[in-house]
């Protein structure tokens, strides 16, 4: 079974400073997918990362994933206030078969 | 482009009872996963749905179960409820293979068994 754990699990900043987020696995991924939820609504899809070693940007946020497609990490540059939220890293299905997996999350709130 | 919804998006059972929540995914899209979302044990993995077949299973008893229907709607079912049911049912509609193509989640059905 393919696990997925996230670091930390709670994150508590000011706004303006920066941060990064982890999700590692001992089993490797075709895929790693990182979303967003806000209370009461689903996620929503950040970004796919597919290439070991590949660095996704979206504005203030980046995105790596591993070399060894085991590992990534979400770096966000000045947090805002609108940042907060359950960032989830996903991984799994695709033409490995795997079953799709999601992480425990990383719970982050952004004062201001 | 209208978004994936689900109904009902609140549900209060009793323990022993059954239950169906319905999806239903982006137009063309033809792949539907469904998630149980629960504070302890965050978000599971259900079974996928792709073309009115299942194509995965997540660790789940039979008391769970879906169907998928020719305009890709989807249904999840979940017999002889217990409290530990209660979460958050989430749906994702993808056009292809989770994992290798983005999926988009609907807003969920809180389903609380008491």
């Known amino acids: 079974t393919q696990l997925l754990e996230q670091s930390p699990q709670f994150l508590s900043i000011q706004e303006g400073e920066n941060l990064t987020v982890y999700c590692n696995s001992s089993?490797?991924?075709?895929?790693l997918q990182w979303y967003r939820q806000e209370p009461g609504e689903g996620p929503v899809l950040l970004v796919t990362?597919?290439?070991?070693?590949e660095v996704k940007k979206l504005k203030r946020l980046t995105f790596q994933f591993g070399d060894a497609r085991k590992d990534s990490s979400l770096h966000i540059t000045a947090a805002q206030p609108g940042d907060t939220g359950l960032y989830l890293c996903?991984?799994?299905?695709?033409?490995?078969?795997?079953?799709?997996?999601f992480g425990p999350g990383t719970r982050l709130s952004v004062l201001p | 482009k209208a978004g994936v919804t689900q109904t009902p998006r609140y549900l209060i059972k009793t323990r022993g009872q059954q239950v169906t929540l319905s999806c239903s995914p982006i137009?063309?899209?033809?792949?539907v996963s469904w998630y149980q979302q629960t504070p302890g044990q965050g978000l599971q993995f259900l079974f996928e749905?792709?073309?009115?077949?299942?194509?995965n299973k997540g660790n789940f008893p039979g008391r769970f179960s879906g169907r998928q229907f020719s305009n890709s709607r989807s249904e999840m079912n979940v017999s002889t409820l217990e409290l530990g049911d209660s979460a958050l049912y989430l749906c994702?509609?993808?056009?292809?293979?989770?994992?290798?193509?983005?999926?988009?989640f609907g807003p969920g059905t809180r389903l609380t068994v008491t």
């Open positions: 089993s490797v991924f075709s895929s």
């Open positions: 990362v597919v290439t070991g070693g």
């Open positions: 749905y792709f073309s009115e077949t299942q194509r």
């Open positions: 994702a509609s993808s056009w292809g293979m989770v994992g290798t193509y983005e999926q988009y």
């Open positions: 996903a991984g799994g299905g695709g033409n490995y078969g795997q079953n799709f997996v």
């Open positions: 137009s063309g899209h033809r792949s």
